[in-house]
C-alpha cells in the first residue's frame, strides 16, 4: 500500500497508545497481502486504511476481477479469512468492500466479526 493512502492515527500519540504510521501502514499491507494471496481476483487494493477519533479504525478496500457469484458468501468468506490472518481483525470499526467487475462497481460493508443472525 502506497504511504499516500493513509491517513489516521490522530492525536494518538498524545493519549499514548503507540499507534504510529508504521504500524498502519503494516497493517493495511498484510490485509493486502492476505487478500491477494486467498482470493483470486486480478486485483486488489487496499485505497484507504484510517485511525481516527483515537480509536475509530476505518478500511476501504477495491476487489477488482473476482470470481464471486455470490456476494453474501463472498462476504462471510473475506471476513472468515481476515479474522484468521489478521490480529485485531475484530477491531475495525468499518470495512467496506468495492468489487469491480465489468466496469461495475458494488460497494458492500463487511459486518466485521458479527456473527450471522
Do not use: W
Request: aromatic letters at 6%.
Amino acid at each position: 500500500m502506497n504511504k499516500n493512502n493513509v491517513y489516521g492515527c490522530l492525536f494518538i500519540a498524545i493519549y499514548g497508545l503507540g499507534c504510529n504510521m508504521d504500524d498502519i501502514v503494516k497493517k493495511a499491507d498484510l490485509i493486502e497481502d492476505t487478500l491477494k494471496a486467498h482470493c483470486n481476483c486480478e486485483e486488489v487494493r487496499i485505497s484507504n486504511y484510517s485511525v481516527s477519533d483515537i480509536t475509530h479504525t476505518t478500511v476501504d478496500c477495491e476487489m477488482i476481477g473476482c470470481p464471486y457469484t455470490s456476494k453474501e458468501a463472498a462476504l462471510k468468506d473475506i471476513d472468515s479469512l481476515l479474522r484468521s490472518k489478521i490480529p485485531d481483525y475484530c477491531g475495525i470499526d468499518e470495512f467496506t468492500i468495492d468489487f469491480i467487475n465489468k466496469g461495475k462497481h458494488q460497494v458492500v460493508s463487511l459486518d466485521v466479526c458479527k456473527e450471522s443472525q
